[in-house]
């Protein structure tokens, strides 16, 4: 065989070999950048799980509306329970959320706050005396 036909088959058998030892390498890039990718979307994904941004924001709305209401006076029994109600949900969504243990201790301090609040709201009008008896209510406080 001449000199120069070997050359060529010496190189097209190496670059063939080139060409087959690159695709391992292209798999293991794609894999790896599957996995970043991956780790990205899960990174992602928890850091929307724990963002607790919006549950403060309605607990704020909440208790500026409870403080509204009590302000205001009047019968205000059915929508402080309703707003208790939400007060009690947005502190179970933040406990659900908590990343640590001391958040979730902070949750179940708020949500025993919450019922002791509860306790306190019959159907009165806001403004009487301990003492006295609401006739709408049916007596008691």
């Not at 991956?38 to 928890?46: Q, T, V």
């Not at 502190?91 to 301090?109: F, H, Q, R, Y």
């Not at 009165?124 to 006295?132: D, F, K, L, Q, T």
Request: hydrophobic share 35%.
């Amino acid at each position: 065989m001449p000199a120069r036909r070997r050359a060529a088959c010496s190189s097209a058998s190496s670059s063939a070999g080139r060409r087959r030892s690159t695709r391992p390498a292209r798999r293991s890039r794609s894999r790896a950048r599957r996995s970043q990718e991956r780790a990205l979307n899960e990174a992602a994904a928890y850091a929307i799980r724990i963002d607790v941004a919006e549950e403060l924001a309605r607990l704020r709305s909440h208790l500026d509306e409870i403080a509204r209401l009590l302000a205001k006076g009047g019968e205000v029994g059915k929508r402080l329970e309703f707003l208790i109600q939400e007060l009690l949900r947005e502190a179970n969504t933040l406990g659900s959320k908590s990343p640590s243990i001391e958040m979730t201790a902070i949750s179940v301090d708020m949500k025993v706050a919450i019922e002791q609040l509860r306790e306190q709201v019959p159907e009165r009008r806001v403004g009487e005396h301990a003492g006295r008896e609401n006739p709408a209510s049916g007596g008691g406080l």
